[in-house]
């Protein structure tokens, strides 16, 4: 499976945005990427995926460089309750399955 | 709609003791799964299922079994505990396959065995 590094952890201030960095060098044609995130004590929750082009939702932004070795969750305005473990992850289909492969994430903390 | 559920929340369990952890869900999704996380680490997957009446075996699927009768519903057994088992077990669900769809996770069941 495809590998992903993140920061281990990073930190930013409430009510501004926040770039959280993924690096996959190993990155297929048909690998997605996915992001989840995990707050403390819950089941970890989508974020948004992507596979080529920038993606928007109402949680984030993802930016994906044009080579897709690598790519940046933005967050806009961080809140407190955005302070969580974020999950990059690359799917890769296998037939008409594919498996999430999590890494150790980036713990991000937001400071009031 | 519950969205996914997960029974019982905590259980602590005796080396050798058996149990069997019940995932379920309203949103008629093809696609279940069973994660474990350790302390401090990302999730593992340990089986999944891809169809009422499937299963497959994830990165760690060795101590467990699972069954899937139902649609709505993925269990989780653990026929005889270890301490290694000693995790919080998440279970999830997706539409069809998860390359595209998103999974959505239930809340987690704490298993500690002594």
């Given at each position: 499976?495809?590998k992903?590094?993140q920061?281990?952890?990073?930190?930013?201030?409430?009510?501004?945005?926040?770039?959280l960095?993924?690096?996959?060098?190993?990155?297929?044609?048909t690998?997605?990427?996915?992001?989840?995130?995990?707050?403390?004590s819950?089941?970890?929750?989508?974020?948004?995926?992507?596979?080529t082009?920038?993606?928007?939702?109402?949680?984030a932004?993802?930016?994906?460089?044009?080579?897709?070795?690598?790519s940046?969750l933005?967050?806009?305005?961080?809140?407190?309750?955005?302070?969580?473990?974020?999950?990059?992850?690359?799917l890769?289909?296998?037939?008409n399955?594919?498996?999430?492969?999590?890494?150790?994430?980036?713990?991000?903390?937001?400071?009031? | 709609?519950?969205?996914?559920t997960?029974?019982?929340?905590?259980?602590?369990?005796?080396?050798?003791?058996?149990?069997?952890?019940?995932c379920?869900?309203?949103?008629?999704?093809?696609?279940?799964?069973?994660?474990?996380?350790d302390?401090?680490?990302?999730?593992r997957?340990?089986?999944?299922?891809?169809?009422?009446?499937?299963?497959?075996?994830?990165?760690?699927?060795?101590g467990?079994?699972?069954?899937?009768?139902?649609?709505?519903?993925?269990l989780?057994?653990?026929?005889?505990?270890?301490?290694?088992?000693?995790?919080?077990?998440?279970?999830?669900?997706?539409?069809?396959?998860?390359?595209?769809?998103?999974?959505?996770?239930?809340?987690?069941?704490r298993?500690?065995?002594?």
């Open positions: 499976d495809a992903t590094t920061p281990n952890s990073m930190e930013s201030n409430e009510e501004e945005p926040v770039h960095p993924c690096n996959h060098s190993t990155i297929s044609g690998d997605y990427i996915h992001w989840y995130r995990q707050l403390p819950q089941g970890p929750e989508y974020v948004i995926h992507g596979l082009s920038n993606v928007n939702n109402r949680m932004s993802l930016a994906i460089a044009e080579d897709r070795k690598s940046t933005i967050l806009h305005r961080a809140t407190l309750r955005d302070a969580a473990v974020y999950y990059c992850i690359l890769r289909r296998d037939g399955t594919g498996k999430l492969i999590f890494g150790q994430g980036t713990t991000l903390q937001v400071k009031p | 709609n519950a969205g996914v997960q029974t019982p929340k905590f259980r602590v369990l005796k080396t050798g003791q058996s149990m069997t952890l019940l379920a869900q309203d949103m008629n999704h093809e696609y279940m799964y069973w994660y474990r996380q302390p401090g680490m990302g999730l997957l340990i089986h999944y299922s891809v169809g009422e009446g499937t299963t497959a075996k994830g990165e760690v699927p060795d467990y079994n699972v069954s899937r009768l139902k649609k709505q519903n993925f989780l057994g653990l026929e005889s505990a270890a301490p290694s088992q000693t995790s919080v077990y998440f279970c999830a669900s997706s539409y069809l396959g998860p390359y595209s769809y998103e999974q959505y996770f239930g809340p987690g069941t298993l500690t065995v002594t």
